[in-house]
Nanobody
Framework: QVHVVESGGGLAQAGGSLRLSCAAS????????MGWFRQAPGKERELAAA????????YYADSVKGRFTISRDNAKNTVYLQMNSLKPDDTAVYYC????????????????????WGQGTQVTVSS
């Protein structure tokens, strides 16, 4: 069982930056991929970014590519999402998620691989 808790959300202006953190407990995450999802009002939840167990491979949705950066510190059991050049369309609840067994390539970009979810953190970007 993995427990993840997100933090760092809030209000930002368009063009600004925010950094989200995801602290995991219950299992060391060092052998597993991790992902950041987001869900905007009235829209389906989407995988925004994912990172392999080593941090050597990353996945980004086209909508965030070039603006968001996912990273991890396995010693701290923590994953980050640096969000730059924010747009109003980035407004959403952001969720950190962990898979039961996926380590990286071949599965970390598949939303159905993720089994453990945090409560989410709200990100609101004003124009």
């Amino acid at each position: 069982q993995v427990h993840v808790v997100e933090s760092g959300g809030g209000l930002a202006q368009a063009g600004g930056s925010l950094r989200l953190s995801c602290a995991a407990s219950g299992r060391a995450i060092e052998m597993y991929a991790m992902g950041w999802f987001r869900q905007a009002p009235g829209k389906e939840r989407e995988l925004a970014a994912a990172i392999s167990w080593s941090g050597g491979d990353t996945y980004y949705a086209d909508s965030v590519k070039g603006r968001f950066t996912i990273s991890r510190d396995n010693a701290k059991n923590t994953v980050y999402l640096q969000m730059n050049s924010l747009k109003p369309d980035d407004t959403a609840v952001y969720y950190c998620a962990a898979p039961q067994s996926c380590a990286g390539l071949g599965c970390y970009d598949k939303p159905y691989e993720y089994d453990y979810w945090g409560q989410g953190t709200q990100v609101t970007v004003s124009s």
